[in-house]
């Protein structure tokens, strides 16, 4: 296995303490660009797109223990001892992951609902992985066609939004996927894993949950409890599963209370 060296996105001064945000599935660094402008007075913001992801590179290889590594080396590139990560969804289990295996590395964690139980692939999954799977970008010249195209094919929105995000037009004026599909969907079982713990993480962890969302339960979080024994939970009661965009700023007020009470 060999780690890969991830695009990233920077704010903020570097000589501040470390915040690395981590996105979900089928998401990009530049999902996060106004939380990370937003912390980036305090903080020296740091957001990876993942490998098969965004502008990174396109590997046979994907899980979490491939993702762990490209941290890991991401973190040494850049010469930092330690940081806050902040991880959505897959990048939540991600962080997770990562606090286990190197818990020298994290000064705490934020988790924006996920928890730590097996996954499941769901509707939204097959959507987007499907309407990838079916679109030839050969046949359009333009993004407002594709969207024409994609919106005539997916009633609900929010997927029209990932898949169009995931287009990058290349200089000679072709469409391509940013997404590496085979690969991830190959392995879309790893993404679904459950995180196996290590030692208890004894470092301040939040957990926020959307109130419209299923992932993160009452039980789900008293599991994480006993090897997050200092994790606190936070509902954000009219979110999705999306709840960084659906309450931008209800998330952020969440993210920056807690970080506030952090003991530097």
């Not at 590997?59 to 001892?81: K, V």
């Not at 799977?133 to 939004?161: M, N």
């Not at 208890?200 to 109130?211: C, D, Y």
Request: hydrophobic share 40%; glycine share 6%; charged share 25%.
């Amino acid at each position: 296995m060999t780690a890969v060296r991830l695009f990233r996105r920077e704010f903020g001064k570097e000589n501040t303490q470390k915040m690395i945000i981590l996105h979900g599935l089928f998401g990009m660094s530049d999902n996060w660009v106004g939380i990370a402008k937003f912390f980036s007075s305090r903080y020296h913001v740091i957001i990876p797109d993942h490998r098969n992801h965004g502008l990174s590179p396109h590997t046979d290889e994907f899980g979490y223990e491939e993702m762990t590594e490209d941290l890991l080396l991401l973190m040494d590139e850049e010469n930092i001892s330690s940081a806050v990560l902040l991880g959505h969804s897959m990048g939540g289990k991600l962080a997770m992951n990562f606090a286990f295996e190197y818990p020298q590395r994290v000064d705490a964690l934020i988790i924006a609902d996920m928890s730590m139980k097996q996954g499941e692939f769901r509707a939204n999954h097959a959507a987007i992985l499907k309407t990838i799977a079916d679109t030839d970008l050969k046949l359009y010249k333009s993004f407002s066609a594709l969207q024409q195209h994609l919106e005539s094919q997916i009633s609900e929105k929010r997927i029209v939004h990932f898949v169009m995000k995931n287009v990058l037009r290349e200089p000679q004026g072709r469409f391509k996927w940013k997404l590496n599909f085979l690969p991830v969907y190959d392995n879309i079982h790893k993404v679904m894993e459950e995180v196996v713990p290590g030692e208890p993480f004894n470092k301040p962890v939040l957990v926020i949950r959307g109130g419209k969302s299923d992932y993160v339960s009452d039980d789900d979080f008293k599991e994480m409890k006993e090897v997050f024994p200092l994790a606190a939970m936070e509902t954000m009661e009219k979110a999705s599963h999306w709840l960084h965009a659906d309450d931008t700023q209800t998330f952020i007020k969440i993210v920056d209370d807690f970080l506030s009470k952090l003991p530097y």
